[in-house]
């Protein structure tokens, strides 16, 4: 699934490539890709004649502010789940088997949507409406990873009653929101922590580190574009680049870049941890 930095890509992409542009037409090709208004019709009639103004993020969720003559149009939100990509058509090309929604503009340039596991979801919210009350997901997201929010003051306040490892607690998005299985993987080989260790165990120093460790890691992601071990493409179809320099993720059985002692790979909370006993302590 694309986390916060490949999510943060596609923002970026959205807002050079789609800000002014006016939605003419819409077509869902997978009903199921829209989560609200109920009927996909009823979604396109709200987007159609819309302007599309700054893209938002929060979490992995997207959100486009609308206009529609000149008042407010409402938002338009997509979560791309697994497999979810944008795809930006300047000339007409077919669909591939895998489109679920497409958008054009008066020039009959196209905005795609393409879900191979169809997981990806869309949303409308009327003017006026808080965008949380209809992406109830909203609602549940912890603070974001850069925002003054998130420091080791609020981990050690979140945490010091759990028994549940960090790893486990990093991937709840109700913690700090954006972070998935990639990227707890290298925040917590940086700060040097056990994917295994109990929360409550945690010190103050190992909290710092590993705040320090989430921002530097995400920020670093975010300039290589992501990555690409979910299949995660940008808006013109380009690779991230951060996989090639992973410390531990995807690299079970390979030398630590750091001492050299194998990668070892196991799972916690029905996910993969990649870990380097070694240099996390065991």
């Given at each position: ?121 869309m949303w409308w919210v009327p003017p006026g409406e808080r965008p949380e009350t209809v992406i109830t997901g909203l609602q ?5 990873p850069f925002s003054p929010a998130f420091n080791p003051t609020y981990l050690a306040e979140r945490l010091a009653g759990s ?120």
């Amino acid at each position: 699934m694309p986390e916060l930095p490949e999510v943060e890509t596609v923002r970026r992409g959205l807002e050079r490539q789609v800000v002014g542009f006016e939605i003419a037409r819409v077509e869902v090709l997978r009903a199921r890709a829209i989560a609200s208004p109920p009927l996909p019709e009823l979604f396109c009639s709200a987007l159609e004649g819309c302007c599309v103004q700054a893209w938002l993020r929060r979490g992995k969720y997207l959100m486009a502010q609308l206009e529609r003559d000149s008042r407010d149009g409402g938002h338009w939100g997509v979560h791309l789940r697994m497999t979810g990509q944008f795809l930006w058509m300047s000339q007409p090309q077919e669909p591939c088997r895998h489109t679920r929604v497409r958008f054009w503009n008066l020039q009959e340039q196209e905005l795609r949507f393409v879900d191979t596991r169809s997981f990806g979801e869309m949303w409308w919210v009327p003017p006026g409406e808080r965008p949380e009350t209809v992406i109830t997901g909203l609602q549940k997201l912890g603070p974001e990873p850069f925002s003054p929010a998130f420091n080791p003051t609020y981990l050690a306040e979140r945490l010091a009653g759990s028994k549940r490892p960090i790893k486990t607690a990093l991937l709840d998005q109700g913690l700090v929101a954006g972070v998935g299985n990639i990227y707890a993987d290298e925040s917590l080989f940086m700060s040097r922590i056990s994917p295994h260790t109990p929360c409550n165990r945690l010190r103050p120093p190992q909290l710092e580190r590993l705040h320090a460790a989430v921002v530097e890691v995400l920020t670093t992601s975010i300039g290589a574009g992501g990555t690409t071990f979910s299949d995660f493409r940008d808006l013109t179809g380009t690779n991230g680049n951060y996989g090639h320099a992973a410390w531990v993720y995807r690299r079970s059985g390979e030398p630590c870049r750091v001492c050299g002692s194998p990668i070892q790979r196991d799972k916690l909370s029905g996910r993969s941890s990649h870990w380097c006993p070694n240099c996390q302590g065991g």
